[in-house]
């Protein structure tokens, strides 16, 4: 069975602070994505992640997956009170139909 | 930008009564999933669906469960015999063709259907 650990599981910063959220497991996924959940609503996606090492940047927000593909990172830089959510990530393995295994989430709060 | 839609977005049965939840995915996309998230728990896998056949399924989905794609474009989960812990957020997605890299590798999420067991 695999599992994602997200740490924190709570984080509440002041704006303009910058900020990184963890996604840690003991398996090898073949590739990592990040959503963002609002209450009450689906995940949307952020980003995914294939490549040992690699790293995307969408404006503020830097993802980076481990060399080992087991781990991912979130990082936001000068925080905005509209970053305010529920941060997922999820692991995929080969083969296109394989389930997402999702971690339980940061709840990220930005203060004005 | 492409949406995934699922239909009711709440609904509240009987213990014991069959619920249909209902989705359309995107119309190009290849695989087809449900997911459960209980309140406050993860959001947690129970079927994925391509080229008209389950492909994949967790534990959670047992014989109460069932999936079909009776159209071409809906894309239908049947709850046989509700109980009160299936009480959950239902959403569908789907997604292209993985492996391929770039926008299709990630899913599209509805908007869920929220399910009260009474």
């Known amino acids: 069975t695999q599992l994602l650990e997200q740490s924190p599981q709570f984080l509440s910063i002041q704006e303009g602070e910058n900020l990184t959220v963890y996604c840690n497991s003991s398996?090898?996924?073949?590739?990592l994505q990040w959503y963002r959940q609002e209450p009450g609503e689906g995940p949307v996606l952020l980003v995914t992640v294939v490549t040992g090492g690699e790293v995307k940047k969408l404006k503020r927000l830097t993802f980076q997956f481990g060399d080992a593909r087991k781990d991912s990172s979130l990082h936001i830089t000068a925080a905005q009170p509209g970053d305010t959510g529920l941060y997922l990530c999820a692991g995929g393995l080969w083969g296109g139909a394989d389930g997402l295994t999702f971690g339980k989430g940061t709840h990220l709060i930005i203060q004005p | 930008e492409p949406e995934v839609t699922q239909t009711p977005s709440h609904q509240v049965t009987q213990m014991g009564q069959e619920v249909i939840l209902r989705c359309v995915p995107i119309s190009n996309h290849l695989y087809f999933y449900w997911y459960r998230q209980i309140l406050g728990q993860k959001v947690e896998f129970l079927v994925s669906f391509y080229n008209n056949e389950i492909s994949e399924k967790s534990e959670i989905f047992d014989d109460q469960f069932s999936v079909e794609r009776p159209d071409g474009s809906n894309f239908t989960l049947k709850i046989r015999s509700t109980k009160l812990e299936d009480s959950a957020m239902y959403f569908c997605?789907?997604?292209?063709?993985?492996?391929?890299?770039?926008?299709?590798?990630?899913?599209?999420f509805g908007s869920g259907t929220r399910l009260t067991v009474v």
């Open positions: 997605a789907s997604s292209g063709a993985p492996g391929t890299g770039g926008k299709d590798y990630g899913y599209t």
């Open positions: 398996s090898v996924f073949s590739s």
